[in-house]
């Protein structure tokens, strides 16, 4: 079965250019993740999707950033204008439910990430 | 607010040796907690998780992890390492069955022949 795919594995951009960066979720999974990784922050979420509808965006920085989810089996994360502290890794998550407990099937399932550079 | 702290950014052990990373978590009611591991370019994984049943937590690739109340603590051993171990692990917390992760700032594993 394919995991979560991500494109582009790596980006290098300008400053004040438009980055969107993508997602395709693994078959099934209802729950859709964006987490951005850092040296000074660690993992830190971003915004997570149930069904296509976005429910936390709390962790998203400020307005420069956007993310849809069109359908159950894309998303993308969007950077509009980027600057140089948009530097990181961005994961794309999914799992099949919201639930961590043992009863539940609940884990993250992680792309293998796109890295940004914004010179 | 729940959050976990790893101690150690970097730990180096010789390939047979003991594994110890070390996680506490800060939660006024017994959380659920996690390690996830990644390898080199890849995304992160489940290694194990601690969801309120047995205190010792047996996880993929030999790994195993002790819920420890008292300490606040979620410590991740192995007995032996072995080089293909060599990645970054991070411990995880939640504070109920379905409130988002949140995650230590990682430890990376060194294993040295």
């Known amino acids: 079965d394919a995991g979560v795919i991500q494109s582009p594995r790596h980006e290098v951009t300008e400053m004040g250019q438009e980055v969107t960066l993508r997602c395709k979720p693994i078959?099934?999974?209802?729950?859709l993740f964006w987490y951005r990784q850092t040296m000074m922050r660690g993992l830190e979420l971003l915004i997570y999707?149930?069904?296509?509808?976005?429910?936390?965006d709390s962790g998203m920085p400020e307005d420069r950033f956007s993310a849809k989810m069109p359908n159950a089996s894309f998303s993308t994360l969007k950077i509009q204008p980027s600057e140089p502290r948009d530097s990181a890794v961005y994961f794309c998550?999914?799992?099949?439910?919201?639930?961590?407990?043992?009863?539940?099937?609940?884990?993250?399932?992680f792309g293998e990430g796109s890295r940004l550079t914004v010179l | 607010a729940q959050s976990v702290t790893q101690l150690g950014s970097h730990v180096s052990v010789s390939e047979g040796a003991l594994v110890l990373l070390r996680c506490n978590y800060s939660?006024?009611?017994?959380?659920?907690l996690f390690w996830y591991v990644q390898y080199p370019n890849q995304g992160l994984q489940l290694l194990l998780k601690?969801?309120?049943?047995?205190?010792l937590v047996k996880g993929i690739n030999g790994f195993e992890a002790e819920f420890k109340k008292s300490e606040t603590s979620f410590h991740l051993t192995k007995p032996s390492a072995h080089m293909s171990d060599a990645a970054e692990y991070f411990c995880?917390?939640?504070?109920?069955?379905?409130?988002?992760?949140?995650f230590g700032k990682g430890t990376r594993l060194s294993v040295i022949a």
């Open positions: 998550a999914s799992s099949p439910e919201y639930r961590w407990d043992r009863q539940s099937t609940g884990e993250l399932f």
């Open positions: 601690y969801t309120s049943a047995a205190t």
């Open positions: 995880a917390v939640s504070l109920s069955g379905n409130t988002p992760l949140v």
């Open positions: 939660s006024s009611v017994p959380p659920y």
């Open positions: 078959s099934g999974h209802d729950y």
């Open positions: 999707f149930n069904n296509n509808v976005p429910i936390d």
